[in-house]
């Protein structure tokens, strides 16, 4: 094919396909060869009220839901779930139903181009020149190039990885703030303390009939939301009995107000209280404790945690007459300095259950179709590393695709100025955000909707899963993938650099080729083609039965829990929450259909805000709307004062996801970034431990109301803790 052909052929070529009519087969190589053409041209064949529907995958994070894309006319019109996919079985989140305002915003990087850094006016470019310009930094020294990716798409980090691996360049690390506040590292390392295996691990929240979460969003933004939320249905249905949950966090999450009992326990402590569980039940079940929560002091941790010890003694019970209890490992409480402490205390909570590989569970997560052991994101510490590479000028060429670390890292870790010793960076971005604006060149890649690509399932799944990634439209405007930018360079560039794939789709048929042996399996092919046709159909491959795994924990029960207090920076009065908008995500607030949606906890549109006890509000002379000064250690910002009762009088809350000073019109100037208060203590597996903060509140004698659409239920049960 040559890149003549024009989108009206490209349809001829699809329509000979029966599948045209829902998910396409086969068309996926020859999109890469089409040209736009007017709506007012569209083949006359092209009714109106014709739609053709395509599966691709959600990009929105790094879960891996499976989309089905309706388009008419060459346009995408709604996406919704494919009910194929084991992760999402046709469900969306928030942020996978507004995926469509990636594809059409209007402040899209439209070409290629240059621009002085930290400034908006861009010299656009052709894709020859751009692309002789990555060339020529792959023929630098390699030790003196970097790459930092985003947490999807995982073809291309396994392309860079073979890149740098055939360059001699130091590996790709990839990161996203999401990764941080699900503490992902942290859960590997527990996993891999405890099972001898690091992994994401798969919670049997289905079929649970009573689960005790430590304060994990899992309803929101954790790991895979919507395969458990899915999950959190079946078990509340509950084979024998409605699902029982109880939530142990300091601030209600979405969660938690699902939850049937909600624990306000003290910042810190919910280790403590997972080992003290332990110890109760393990006296109530054999009248002895193993030696893994023998030292474990109940009274002394009820008063550390801010519960009461008959409160401790009752929930103890409740978990041993379950008959498929499990224990979640938190989020949010893993970014404390005694985080993977937390983690080990949850995952050995649920070994003395008994639970380990049991329906009701904690299993292993299937292998990876590719066969790829776990990849998990950089940590803040491997972060602070490659920072300080960057200050001692040992990177000469930075390339950053699908990550804002300007926005998404704390300043305290300086990333801002460890770039001014770094000679030329390359930003691959589709949006002018705030790292893409102190890029020396910003070559855009597609949106998601315009791309190719898979993306391994790494937890949410009982079954071994790939999603696929296809375009549901040509490209919108000059952009191109990312993978074939740099394998042209590599060709140009030549020697090592020059990888043996003429593009994209060549090198994912060539991952997805050891597949066409696979046993049971959604679907076969006899070659590469027929395979490849299957891929796109189906949006990805994935086995017909469950492969999970049980957990080894040998040993574990007779290994003593440790279990350090946390430690807390900062001599401010209230501890520090900060979460994740279970909206806006970490990169949803350039769409204005997310800022548009209420937060579902408050009502707060468009904007950041303070949560703060009411009581201790009035302590302070705090009424809804006022501006006040959040000052830590290390930052200061000023955010608008809102009453929420469901968390403790000692905490103040603030969510992540606004707070840009760039990424477009319906992001910039909006709202805080919390991550401006954090520092750059890690916990004990290299993960920021962000949540060990305090912070003082100082009024500013300013107001301005905050943008709510108030429930009534909301409004009444604020109503009612002002009357206590």
């Known amino acids: 094919m040559t890149e003549n052909i024009s989108r009206r052929d490209f349809l001829k070529i699809a329509g000979t396909g029966a599948a045209i009519t829902t998910m396409l087969t086969g068309c996926g190589p020859a999109a890469r060869y089409t040209t736009r053409e007017p709506y007012t041209k569209m083949p006359e064949y092209n009714y109106n009220g014709q739609s053709t529907y395509y599966a691709t995958t959600c990009r929105e994070c790094a879960a891996g839901c499976g989309l089905v894309v309706r388009t008419m006319q060459g346009r995408a019109i709604k996406a919704e779930g494919n009910k194929n ?65 985003g947490m999807a798409p995982d073809h291309l980090f396994d392309l860079v990885s073979d890149l740098c691996k055939a360059i001699g360049a130091p590996a790709p690390l990839r990161y996203g703030a999401l990764g941080m506040f699900e503490a992902r590292s942290t859960i590997s390392e527990a996993a891999r303390s405890v099972f001898g295996k690091p992994d994401l691990l798969y919670f049997d929240l289905a079929n649970a009939d009573v689960t005790f979460s430590f304060g994990t969003s899992f309803l929101e933004t954790w790991l895979s939301p919507v395969a ?56 109530i079940k054999f009248g002895v404790a193993p030696g893994s929560v023998e030292g474990v002091d109940v009274a002394k941790v009820a008063e550390l945690a801010g519960v009461s010890l008959e409160t401790l003694e009752r929930l103890a019970a409740i978990f041993n007459g379950a008959e498929t209890p499990l224990a979640i490992v938190p989020g949010a409480a893993l970014a404390q300095t005694n985080g993977l402490e937390t983690a080990i205390s ?74 001014a010793n770094v000679a030329n960076v390359i930003s ?33 799944s009982s079954q071994s899963t790939l999603s696929g990634a296809q375009p549901v439209v040509a490209p919108f405007y000059n952009t191109r993938a990312t993978a074939d930018v740099l394998l042209a360079a590599g060709a140009l560039a030549g020697g090592k650099a020059a990888l043996a794939f003429k593009d994209e789709v060549e090198y994912i048929q060539s991952k997805l080729a050891g597949l066409l042996e696979a046993k049971d399996g959604f ?11 299957n891929f796109q159909q189906f949006g990805g491959w994935w086995q017909n039965t469950a492969s999970l795994s049980a957990p080894t924990a040998a040993g574990v029960l007779e290994r003593a829990l440790t279990n350090p207090p946390a430690q807390f920076e900062g001599e401010g009065e209230f501890f520090l929450q900060t979460f994740v908008s279970p909206v806006l995500g970490e990169a949803g607030a350039n769409k204005p259909w997310l800022q548009e949606v209420p937060d579902p906890n408050t009502t707060v549109m468009w904007n950041s805000w303070l949560e703060i006890n009411p009581k201790t509000a009035e302590e302070l002379g705090l009424a809804n709307d006022e501006l006040v000064k959040v000052t830590s250690p290390f930052g200061t910002v000023e955010l608008l004062v809102l009453h929420y009762p469901a968390i403790r009088p000692d905490v103040v809350a603030i969510p992540f996801g606004q707070g840009h000073s760039a990424y477009g019109r319906y992001a910039e100037n909006r709202g805080v970034n919390p991550a401006n208060l954090f520092g750059k203590t890690v916990n004990s597996a290299g993960d920021l431990a962000y949540a060990g903060i305090k912070v003082k509140i100082e009024k500013t004698g300013k107001q301005s109301p905050l943008p709510l659409s108030r429930m009534e239920g909301y409004t009444k049960l604020e109503e009612a803790e002002r009357k206590k």
């Open 346 to 419: 949850v995952l050995t909570l649920n070994a003395l259950m008994g639970n380990l590989g049991k329906p009701g569970g904690v299993f292993q997560t299937p292998a990876s179709p590719l066969g790829a052991d776990f990849q998990r994101p950089a940590n803040a510490k491997e972060m602070s590393l490659l920072v300080d590479k960057m200050n001692a000028g040992k990177i000469k060429t930075l390339f950053i695709h699908g990550v804002n670390p300007l926005f998404e890292l704390p300043q305290a870790l300086g990333f801002q100025a460890a770039l």
């Open 428 to 460: 691959f971005s589709s949006f002018p955000d705030e790292t893409a604006m102190q890029a020396d060149y910003v070559f855009p890649d597609h949106t998601g909707l315009e791309s190719f690509g898979y993306q391994r399932v790494a937890t949410g």
């Open 85 to 149: 996919n084991p992760v999402n079985l046709g469900k969306t989140c928030t942020r996978g139903q507004a995926v469509l305002q990636s594809l059409y915003n209007p402040d899209r990087i439209q070409n290629p181009g240059k621009h002085p850094r930290n400034e908006k006016t861009f010299t656009d470019m052709d894709w020859d020149t751009a692309t002789g310009i990555v060339a020529e930094a792959l023929k630098g020294n390699p030790e003196e190039i970097a790459f930092l990716l």
């Open 228 to 283: 458990y939320t899915r999950a959190f249905s079946k078990m509340r249905q509950g084979t024998n009995r409605r699902g029982y949950l109880v939530q142990f966090e300091a601030r209600m999450s979405q969660t938690g107000m699902k939850a049937d009992e909600w624990i306000p326990v003290t910042p810190g402590t919910e280790g403590l209280v997972a080992a003290a569980i332990g110890k109760l039940v393990s006296e």
């Open 523 to 533: 679907y076969s092919g006899a070659d590469i083609v027929e395979f490849w046709a």
